[in-house]
């Protein structure tokens, strides 16, 4: 019977969305299960056959667990703010909802063609005002929010206020900005302004002067991960370290949870290493040093105080305020300059160079305290204003890039050793020289100096010891038009949040989505941006009078805001009157399966973590992780194509003449490419663009042979797959089939076209099981032992397979198991309809329609997943291999049953071995039960 693929997969996914099949119940006393990809970007360019990979993953578990019983929440939305709309906004005038519009639409069309379970009734955007209402609520709560260290979790800015009230500062543990002290009547006699201010230092969203990435050309501050080599990722115009006021999010005072955390998540363990690695903990002392001729003191914070005896110069970040008060007027300008080119790296570049130092010298010295010592001090790079105070204590003989910088500026370098014997292990340089300082070093161990050390630093009370992090408070903040408004308006100076009902703040209209005349962001165009507070709504901006009717923010959030959160407004997505109702945040729990890329090691899933862990501390939700188990999918790398250009010509040589002459690669759009086959069309090529319409062509053979290489699949090397063919040509099934059959999820693999025939070879031969000629004919016979065999050995591999997202073993079986009931000719029905709920999550469209042609009105999707049952996978009987001293001789069949004696009897009984002992007794005799016979003679 012939396979129409195309006509059958239409045909079930209208079937799908008129029934709404995949529609989650809030209600049920079925157990839950919550599987989740991760947010999707809807980019112009749509999807190409690697993004389905973890979609295909999620989508086969979410399956399996509904056939298992569950009540399977598996939603999708999209992370529909960015700037990538918005450069397309300015380029050409569209506004950025038009376009992402425009892309959601094509998203959906495709993660609709390839079959996906979806409930789709459950969509968010996070452009969408209905959504970005409960984005903006999230930060006001984390405005009115304070950390308290006594109870470890997140409360009521009323609660800090009460303890100003009836303590002022005394007794308190927080996480702040500033170390501040007042009494109770201080406070109360502070005017609002004051107050306001103070609180600035404890919330949890607040605004304080940050050093940025800052570029011009785009006009907005850039997170790290938007930025390669010094550039923006988009555009590639260069980013500078600027100081700006921006809204920040307190992260830092979830550092030993987000740590403590990781312990109980089923995460990849790289992913685990690289969230630890940025929340980098470490324990030491913070210390004060005196500046010479200076009332500035400068507090370092290290991990080895017990080196501080070879403390011999101090380095501070080249933003570090202290910089600008203790520079001498004959350093001003080295310093300046200095700083000047600090400002066009970003840190992400400064930590990685760890070869290179620099620096510029202030003129100035601290002293050690210890040793009494003048330490000249330094500006460079490698040290950052984020991490500790901004400020080290270089101890060269005991840091790499120390001991480097040392040498570079010709700065003594003193070695601390405990004994005598660490002076070779531990010595960078025999020129060096060495301290023993045996008033507070000598004979003890590292931890027992480290720990008199820091006694000693608290004793004459110039420090004392500490944790610290190197997680810096994230910037929540972007100069851009497309993203969720700061519900926040200004006055006197100070930030105030808007009333809960006045929510959504919408995006208003500009006419330009670029900055001001003034700088302002592109909301500063807005002229209806302004908050009358007496009537609460939004007003004409010309209306602003300081008085009733203030500033509203023009700062928008960062991409991660809407994505931090998004997974909880699944369980309820149509609320209005809250993000979600508690019992069905407290039902749904946490996600259960989250598949995406391991790029988001330290943006998304650290600050999902941290809004997650915010959120349950007042109460809102009830677990404290967002996602118990996650998976790192591999990519799908693409075949790219290349053409070799002579130098200094339009013409291209053929890749096995390459060589003779000076060429560049250049990528070729694969689309171009003959079939399957290496060989250039060279006409289409002449027609790809307008430059290449007069290329001429070195052929060998006849032919132009292009370079072929596996790399990223990616619009820009022209190397991308529509799924859209994919599906055209092989089906949804053969797609979710063959991105299974690659390899292990967890990998990258290279894609191959021509390997997708193999698999569409398989769907048909599974179709044609159920058909005599052109005619359904499935019988209602008893199968056999052997056909329920090949059944149940393939329900035992499938289950061990799904549990363990080992997909790929899984097709395999698949594959097998349709060849045998094929060389069997079984058609019956106890085999063949389990046989298509076993199928049904990998090629569900295929498994729909035969599911229907055995008589079934009902979806396949919700019928249990077939039973394993052991007894048919005992084995009757054995196939002994007959070892002769050391040789296998013959195999011989025996009953599964008989004991290791009966085996042997019946062994030594059989013509063939008679005729090798040749009357002979045998030395000995050995019965592997079930496995083998060893016989020496």
Not at 65 to 88: C, I, M, T
Not at 656 to 672: F, M, P, W
Not at 832 to 851: F, K, M, R, T
Request: proline fraction near 5%; charged fraction near 25%.
């Amino acid at each position: 019977m012939f396979y129409d693929h195309q006509q059958i997969e239409k045909k079930w996914q209208k079937y799908w969305e008129d029934n709404q099949t995949y529609k989650t119940s809030d209600k049920t006393d079925k157990p839950k299960f919550y599987v989740l990809d991760m947010f999707p970007y809807p980019s112009g360019a749509g999807l190409h056959v690697g993004h389905p990979l973890g979609y295909i993953a999620s989508d086969i578990y979410a399956r399996y667990k509904r056939h298992q019983g569950f009540n399977v929440l598996h939603p999708v939305g999209y992370d529909s703010f960015g700037l990538p709309a918005e450069q397309y906004a300015i380029q050409t005038g569209q506004h950025p909802a038009v376009t992402t519009e425009q892309n959601i639409t094509r998203y959906e069309e495709q993660l609709r063609k390839i079959g996906f379970s979806f409930d789709w009734s459950r969509e968010v955007r996070t452009s969408d005002a209905s959504y970005y209402k409960w984005t903006q609520w999230i930060f006001i709560e984390l405005f009115h929010s304070w950390y308290n260290k006594d109870t470890n979790k997140a409360e009521s800015i009323e609660t800090l206020i009460k303890h100003f009230e009836e303590k002022g500062t005394e007794g308190l543990h927080a996480n702040q900005n500033d170390e501040l002290n007042f009494t109770a009547e201080e406070w109360k006699t502070a005017s609002e302004i004051d107050k306001e201010d103070i609180l600035l230092n404890y919330r949890l969203s607040y605004r304080a002067e940050t050093t940025v990435n800052w570029c011009p050309a785009l006009g907005t501050v850039l997170a790290n991960d938007e930025i390669k080599d010094g550039k923006s990722e988009r555009g590639g115009f260069p980013v500078f370290q600027k100081k700006m006021m921006q809204w920040s999010m307190r992260i830092s005072a979830y550092s030993e949870r987000l740590l403590q955390g990781l312990k109980t998540l089923d995460w990849p363990q790289p992913l685990k290493d690289s969230q630890e690695y940025w929340i980098g903990k470490s324990q030491g002392a913070q210390v004060k040093f005196n500046v010479e001729n200076h009332e500035e003191i400068i507090e370092v914070f290290t991990t080895r105080p017990d080196t501080i005896f070879g403390a011999t110069f101090m380095v501070l970040a080249p933003e570090n305020p202290l910089v600008e008060n203790i520079t001498t007027p004959e350093q001003k300008a080295e310093v300046d300059s200095y700083i000047e080119e600090t400002s066009k790296k970003t840190e992400r570049d400064r930590m990685a160079d760890v070869k290179n130092v620099s620096g510029a010298f202030t003129g100035t010295y601290a002293v050690n305290p210890f040793s009494g010592k003048k330490m000249p001090i330094y500006i460079s790079d490698y040290v950052l204003m984020g991490y500790g105070t901004g400020a080290v204590m270089a101890v060269p003989a005991h840091d790499e890039r120390d001991h480097r910088f040392a040498k570079k500026f010709n700065l003594e370098i003193i070695k601390v050793v405990e004994t005598e014997e660490d002076i070779q292990e531990k010595s960078f340089d025999s020129k060096d020289s060495v301290c023993v300082n045996s008033e507070f070093l000598d004979g003890l161990n590292y931890n027992d100096a480290k720990s008199k050390i820091i006694s000693e630093i608290e004793n004459r009370e110039i420090g004392h010891g500490t944790t610290n992090y190197r997680q810096r408070d994230a910037i929540f903040s972007r100069q851009r038009y497309w993203g969720e408004p700061v519900p926040v308006y200004y006055k006197d100076g100070m930030p105030y949040t808007l009333p809960s009902s006045a929510l959504p703040l919408e995006l208003p209209e500009v006419e330009k989505y670029l900055p001001t005349e003034d700088g302002d962001p592109p909301l500063g165009n807005s002229k209806t941006f302004a908050w009358d507070e007496a009537n609460q709504k939004v007003v004409a901006t010309d209306l602003i009078d300081d008085q009733t009717v203030f500033p509203l923010e023009l700062s928008t959030m960062p991409g991660w805001a809407g994505s931090s959160w998004y997974f909880l407004r699944y369980m309820d997505p149509n609320n209005d009157e809250v993000f979600s109702k508690k019992e069905l945040s407290d039902y749904w729990g946490q996600v259960d399966l989250y598949i995406g890329g391991s790029e988001h090691a330290t943006g998304h899933l650290l600050y999902s973590r941290f809004w997650n862990m915010f959120l349950k501390d007042r109460g809102y939700i009830k677990n404290d992780e967002p996602f118990q188990k996650l998976i790192n999918q591999g990519m799908i790398l693409g075949m790219s194509a290349f053409a070799y250009r002579v130098e200094g010509t339009n013409q291209y040589v053929s890749k096995n003449l390459a060589k003779e002459y000076q060429t560049q690669a250049i990528h070729v759009d694969v689309s171009l490419l003959k079939g399957t086959s290496d060989e250039l069309d060279t006409e289409a090529f002449k027609s790809w663009r307008p430059d290449y319409a007069d290329a001429e062509f070195i052929l060998e053979d006849g032919k132009y042979i292009t370079g072929r290489e596996v790399e990223k699949m990616s619009k820009s090397k022209y190397n991308v797959v529509n799924p859209d063919d994919i599906c055209e040509e092989y089906g949804a099934d053969g797609l979710r089939l063959y991105e299974m059959f690659l390899g292990p999820l967890e990998q990258s693999k290279p894609w191959n076209t021509q390997g997708l025939s193999g698999v569409y070879g398989f769907l048909k031969k599974f179709w044609n099981l159920y058909f005599n000629g052109d005619v359904f004919e499935v019988s209602d016979e008893e199968p056999t032992k052997d056909e329920y065999k090949i059944l149940h050995t393939l329900i035992k591999k499938v289950v061990y397979d799904i549990e363990n997202f080992s997909f790929n073993t899984s097709v395999s079986s698949f594959m097998i198991a349709v060849n045998e009931l094929q060389k069997i000719k079984c058609n019956k029905r106890n085999i063949l309809e389990p046989l298509a709920v076993i199928i049904s999550p990998y090629a569900p469209h295929i498994c729909e329609e035969v599911w229907n042609l055995l008589g079934h009105s009902e979806s396949i999707e919700f019928e249990n997943f077939p039973e394993l049952n052991e007894e048919y996978l005992i084995e009757d009987e054995i196939n002994y291999p007959v070892s002769v001293n050391g040789k296998m001789k013959f195999k011989i069949s025996l009953s599964a049953q008989l004991s290791a004696q009966e085996v042997e009897v019946l062994v030594l009984q059989n013509e063939k071995m008679k005729e090798i002992l040749d009357g002979n007794t045998p030395k000995k005799i050995i019965v592997v039960p079930k496995k083998i016979v060893n016989i020496v003679i």
